[in-house]
């Protein structure tokens, strides 16, 4: 995620605060993205989760738990986990 700015940490952060939700999924033109927030409550559910994809089977697992936050950058969308994710090592 190494686009991501300030200002989205920022409406996650406040969305976390201001709403009864415990998930929080930044959404760009409806494609689900990165980085999620959780609240505190969530925390043993986070501790179980084993690899890269264990988030997706906790939000699905907990859909009534999920605030989706509606982003303006598609920065969100933007992953690099391996070497060849990188501009230069391809």
Do not use: H, W
Request: proline share 4%; net charge positive; glycine share 4%.
């Amino acid at each position: 995620m190494p686009l991501i700015s300030k200002g989205i940490i920022n409406i996650l952060c406040s969305a976390v605060k201001n709403k009864d939700k415990e998930i929080f999924v930044p959404v760009y033109k409806k494609k689900l993205g990165n980085p999620l927030a959780f609240k505190y409550s969530m925390i043993k559910s986070l501790k179980k989760i084993k690899g890269d994809r264990g988030a997706k089977k906790l939000i699905r697992s907990n859909k009534s738990k999920v605030q989706l936050v509606k982003m303006k950058s598609k920065s969100i969308l933007i992953d690099f986990d391996q070497l060849k994710d990188f501009p230069s090592a391809t």
